[in-house]
């Protein structure tokens, strides 16, 4: 199963892309999507509605090159700004179409919840999280990932390990869900 991680930002979004099979993860691919950089010639920053299209194209890109399963996306939760706050649930529902318009199911996580699943604290720092996924996904030491790419794989990790209970029990057996996803089996 291949789970794409999502960090959603209205500047910087994460993504992280993971294989799970034999009670192991691979890292695929990580890294970000930069949509709020200033153009060279003017020194603007792009408007927010076409760094949302771009985040939507960018994560179309990754779901045609990888095929994932699933798709995992951090909840925005909190903030001290309203405007903020808004900006990045839109840049969230940007990627979450992308999957969705593909028929690729969306999970969300609270930040917590993805800090819990991996570092075992719901009050990690970044830094502790990376280190985590960094771990978890045996990456070569001097392999330096950006906060953002780690975050959005730490989506996906949680995901793996706590969320896929949550997706297949709303079926009652193999042939429900199989009846619901034909496509799926082979």
Same mark, same amino acid.
């Given at each position: ?27 695929? *691919? ?64 940007? +990627?979450?179409?992308? +999957? ?7 999970? *969300? ?7 819990? +699943? ?14 985590? !996924? ?20 730490? !989506? ?11 997706? !297949? ?8 869900? +199989? ?8």
């Amino acid at each position: 199963m291949i789970i794409l991680g999502i960090d959603p930002g209205s500047n910087i979004t994460g993504f992280g892309i993971v294989e799970t099979g034999e009670g192991q993860e691979r890292l695929l *691919e990580s890294g970000v999507i930069r949509v709020g950089k200033p153009d060279k010639d003017t020194g603007m920053a792009p408007e927010h509605v076409l760094r949302l299209k771009s985040i939507h194209e960018a994560v179309t890109e990754l779901i045609e090159e990888f095929k994932p399963d699933l798709c995992a996306v951090e909840m925005p939760i909190y903030g001290k700004n309203p405007q903020s706050m808004l900006k990045l649930g839109r840049a969230q529902a940007a +990627a979450m179409l992308a +999957a969705l318009n593909r028929q690729i199911p969306v999970t *969300e996580y609270t930040p917590k919840e993805v800090k819990k +699943a991996v570092t075992g604290s719901g009050n990690a720092s970044k830094e502790q999280v990376r280190f985590m !996924v960094e771990t978890m996904l045996q990456m070569r030491q001097g392999m330096s990932i950006t906060l953002d790419a780690s975050d959005a794989l730490a !989506v996906a990790l949680c995901h793996i390990h706590r969320g896929a209970s949550r997706s !297949v029990a709303a079926y009652k057996n193999w042939e429900a869900f +199989a009846r619901a996803h034909p496509d799926r089996i082979t």
